[in-house]
Nanobody, 124 residues
């Protein structure tokens, strides 16, 4: 069982930056691949980024490539999402998720555990 708690969301102007954190409970955090997803009002949950258990492999949606960076610190049981050059279309609730095997990292149904989400709002 893994419990995930996101933090770091907020209101930022276009072009600004935010860093999201996702703190995980449990001693087996380093066994899990982690992902970030987002969901805007009226839209489906969409993939943002994913990272393998040791950070050796990362994956990004085309819409955030070059602007967002996913990383993890297994000693702190935390995964991060650094978001730069934010755009109004990045506005959404951001969720972190965990799965054991990093299969289909861009598919929500591949993940076993989810956090409650943190709101990111980018004003124009």
């Amino acid at each position: 069982q893994v419990q995930l708690v996101e933090s770091g969301g907020g209101l930022v102007q276009a072009g600004g930056s935010l860093r999201l954190s996702c703190a995980a409970s449990g001693r087996t955090f380093s066994s899990y691949a982690m992902g970030w997803f987002r969901q805007a009002p009226g839209k489906e949950r969409e993939f943002v980024a994913a990272i393998s258990w040791n950070g050796g492999n990362t994956y990004y949606a085309d819409s955030v490539k070059g602007r967002f960076t996913i990383s993890r610190d297994n000693a702190k049981n935390t995964v991060y999402l650094q978001m730069n050059s934010l755009k109004p279309e990045d506005t959404a609730v951001y969720y972190c998720a965990a799965q054991l095997s990093l299969k289909r990292p861009n598919t929500p149904s591949s993940y076993d555990y989810w956090g409650q989400g943190t709101q990111v709002t980018v004003s124009s």
